[in-house]
């Protein structure tokens, strides 16, 4: 079923000009005791859509290792050793500038310049920010249908 990826302000200004599914687990179609929100995103031009899962609480984007080993040459280095405190621990990685792509069923793909967290220890998965990520475009959400609505930038 098709469906318009742009949805309106009251004054009739695009709110969102791409939609895609969320799925509630990083496996498609598994079956988890607490739902998340997963969205795909292509980071630094992968060449491949992951699955990252949308985290308010994180301070930037942050990826399995395997994924920044391959995509570490495409990104501006920001600082020296970083620490990221987590529920898993501390981690001490290396912030970077580089580019993330919201991956639309319909509509545009727009791509967010934003700060990486890589550390090659970090057991947690993919995640994408808050800050410097999900705070510069506008989204929404239809849980009866999981989809995501996002862009364009505020």
């Known amino acids: 079923m098709s469906e318009n990826p742009t949805l ?3 004054d009739r200004r695009p709110f969102t000009v791409g939609v895609a599914p969320y799925y509630d687990s990083p496996k498609p179609g598994a079956r ?3 739902p998340r929100i997963y969205i795909r995103v292509e980071p630094a031009m992968l ?3 992951i699955l990252a899962m949308v985290d308010t609480g994180a301070p ?4 399995e290792p ?3 080993r391959d995509i570490r040459n495409r990104l501006i280095e920001l600082s020296g ?5 987590t ?3 501390r981690f001490k990685g290396r912030l970077y500038l580089g580019s993330v792509t919201l991956l639309a069923d319909e509509g545009e793909d727009p791509d967010v310049e934003t700060t990486i967290f890589l550390c090659p220890d970090w057991p947690g998965g993919n995640f994408v920010g808050y800050q ?3 705070d510069r475009f506008c989204s929404g959400l239809n849980p009866n249908q999981n989809r995501f609505y996002f862009g364009p930038f505020c």
């Open 81 to 85: 050793t970083s620490v990221l405190d």
């Open 32 to 34: 988890v005791a607490e």
């Open 66 to 68: 395997s994924i920044g």
């Open 47 to 49: 060449g491949m859509g």
């Open 60 to 63: 930037w984007c942050i990826f």
């Open 87 to 89: 529920r898993l621990g």
């Open 8 to 10: 309106l302000t009251p």
């Open 132 to 134: 410097g990520f999900l």
